[in-house]
């Protein structure tokens, strides 16, 4: 995305926000509740996550995706629902301590750093996959920009969880095929 066209995305945000006062509809409402919903469990289980993990770059990418990208979309979609007089979902999980060292858990009662950092990829595959949906669902300008914004966060973050996985070995080896 050039400079110019983040600058026209800006200014029909505005415009919009102005101009457009429509409510959500059903489906972008949907989403916006699904998002939320999903957002808390996933917080609920980077925080488990994080707990078991021993690797400090993991650790640190793991309090990233709960604080700047899951909490950070979770609010947002809860006030877009609260806008328009939507309902967010009744539930909440528990809120764990993020533990800095790591916790005494038996080897055999804990994921590994390696099924941790797949793990954490895999949930971040899947809840790119969701906001991609509910942006293809999505007419309101001001919507469709808070998942472009999420989904580009999540592309920078995939990179760098990929990147760490890559310089720990930690990526499966999958065999090729051979005609």
Known sequence: ????????????TIMN????????????????????????????LLQVMHNHAHD???????????NH????TIEEAEDKLFESD??????????RNLHDSPVNIPDDARMSDQEIAIAVG???????????????????LDVALMYRKALDHGLDFD??????????GWLPHLTKISH
């Open 1 to 12: 995305m050039t400079v110019m066209d983040k600058i026209n995305s800006q200014t029909r």
């Open 17 to 44: 926000a102005i101009l457009d006062q429509e409510p959500l509809n059903y489906i972008e409402a949907a989403g916006l509740y699904g998002i939320v919903a999903q957002g808390r469990f996933n917080v609920a």
């Open 56 to 66: 400090p770059e993991l650790k640190a990418l793991i309090k990233e995706a709960i």
């Open 69 to 72: 990208h899951t909490e950070m």
């Open 86 to 95: 939507g309902h967010t979902p009744a539930f909440h999980f528990v809120k």
């Open 122 to 140: 895999t949930m971040a595959k899947a809840a790119q996959t969701t906001v991609l949906t509910a942006l293809h669902s999505s007419y309101q």
């Open 159 to 168: 990179y760098r969880l990929l990147q760490l996985m890559l310089s720990r």
